[in-house]
């Protein structure tokens, strides 16, 4: 099969969030691979979510990215991180908080060292 994408995608394994917005809890989700573009992430329930969202990298909330569902599959999706945040600028503004979580997290890292950065995955 043809690779279609501009950027190379690193595989990693790292624990985040799907921020859904409106005040209703994250949920859990693992990211797969990424790249400057985009990613797989590892969720539950993949048709539940939004075609929309923000990605948040810590439960703090402080490294976010804003998504579209490109594609959907039993126990993942796809995403295209989007440019512009100006949609999730009152999100970005509200004070770091920890954020609620609605569902169990697939397989995450168990150390720090398994745990990277998206901007230096995407940079590699």
Do not use: H
């Amino acid at each position: 099969m043809f690779e279609k994408r501009k950027d190379i995608r690193r595989v990693v394994s790292y624990p985040a969030f799907i921020d859904l917005g409106g005040g209703r809890p994250a949920v859990k989700c693992a990211l797969c691979d990424a790249s400057q573009e985009g990613a797989q992430l590892a969720v539950a329930n993949p048709e539940a979510l939004p075609d929309e969202f923000i990605l948040a990298l810590s439960s703090d909330g402080a490294a976010r990215r804003r998504c579209r569902v490109t594609w959907r599959a039993a126990d993942s999706i796809g995403v295209q991180f989007l440019k512009d945040m100006k949609k999730s600028a009152r999100a970005l503004r509200r004070p770091a908080a920890r954020i609620e979580l609605e569902q169990a997290p697939p397989t995450a890292p168990q150390s720090l060292e398994d745990q990277v950065d998206i901007d230096e995955i995407a940079g590699r």
